[in-house]
């Protein structure tokens, strides 16, 4: 809000921030159907949270968060929930598999959208973050929890990275 985004881009990413919440309390009653006593806590923040990032911070936040982070997330929960064997468990893992690639659209709409008011200081940013992207999630516990083996992960991360998210970065950073 404080950069000037559209009421559509504030309005997506408070839906996105109540799909996390969803997602959460989604997880959280599966611990407990394995015994766990979970529930939300504080927030660990080592430090205050700053307000007054740039135009260049947020496009790099969105990058790595957004654009990598949920695609990767989207694409791997979507392997783990054709690959579950527990109903229950798959439609979850889709529902959530859904809502994270709308949240990734939506990161790439964000950087799009920063790229065209910010110029050449944003691209410089968001090429340095696709550049120096860590593409590499621990994939263990995902396949533990899912029931799935590690390796239908392992490929859905090899074909995400090759198929998805190289081509989406090339693209964004070619407009």
Same mark, same amino acid.
């Given at each position: 809000?404080?950069?000037?985004?559209?009421?559509?881009?504030?309005?997506?990413?408070?839906?996105?921030?109540?799909?996390?919440?969803?997602?959460?309390?989604?997880?959280?009653?599966?611990?407990?159907?394995?015994?766990?006593?979970?529930?939300?806590?504080?927030?660990?923040?080592?430090? %205050?949270? !700053? &307000?007054?990032?740039? $135009?260049? =911070? +947020? *496009?790099?936040?969105?990058?790595? #968060?957004?654009? @990598?982070?949920?695609?990767?997330?989207?694409?791997?929960?979507?392997?783990?929930?054709?690959?579950?064997?527990?109903?229950?468990?798959?439609?979850?893992?889709?529902?959530?598999?859904?809502?994270?690639?709308?949240?990734?659209?939506?990161?790439?709409?964000?950087?799009?959208?920063?790229?065209?008011?910010?110029?050449?200081?944003?691209?410089?940013?968001?090429?340095?973050?696709?550049? %120096?992207? !860590? &593409?590499?999630?621990? $994939?263990? =516990? +995902? *396949?533990?929890?899912?029931?799935? #083996?590690?390796? @239908?992960?392992?490929?859905?991360?090899?074909?995400?990275?090759?198929?998805?998210?190289?081509?989406?970065?090339?693209?964004?950073?070619?407009?």
């Amino acid at each position: 809000m404080a950069l000037g985004a559209s009421t559509d881009l504030l309005r997506e990413a408070h839906e996105a921030a109540l799909d996390e919440i969803r997602h959460a309390d989604t997880c959280w009653a599966f611990a407990r159907t394995l015994g766990l006593n979970v529930e939300a806590g504080a927030f660990p923040f080592a430090e %205050s949270i !700053r &307000l007054d990032v740039t $135009l260049a =911070e +947020l *496009a790099v936040a969105t990058v790595r #968060d957004g654009c @990598i982070t949920e695609t990767l997330g989207a694409l791997l929960l979507a392997a783990a929930a054709h690959a579950a064997p527990q109903g229950e468990v798959r439609r979850a893992l889709e529902q959530i598999a859904e809502e994270e690639a709308r949240h990734a659209v939506f990161s790439y709409r964000v950087v799009a959208w920063a790229l065209a008011r910010g110029g050449g200081p944003v691209r410089v940013a968001i090429r340095d973050a696709v550049t %120096s992207a !860590r &593409l590499a999630p621990d $994939l263990h =516990e +995902l *396949a533990l929890r899912a029931g799935v #083996d590690i390796a @239908i992960l392992r490929n859905a991360l090899e074909q995400g990275i090759a198929k998805v998210l190289q081509p989406a970065a090339a693209a964004l950073l070619a407009a």
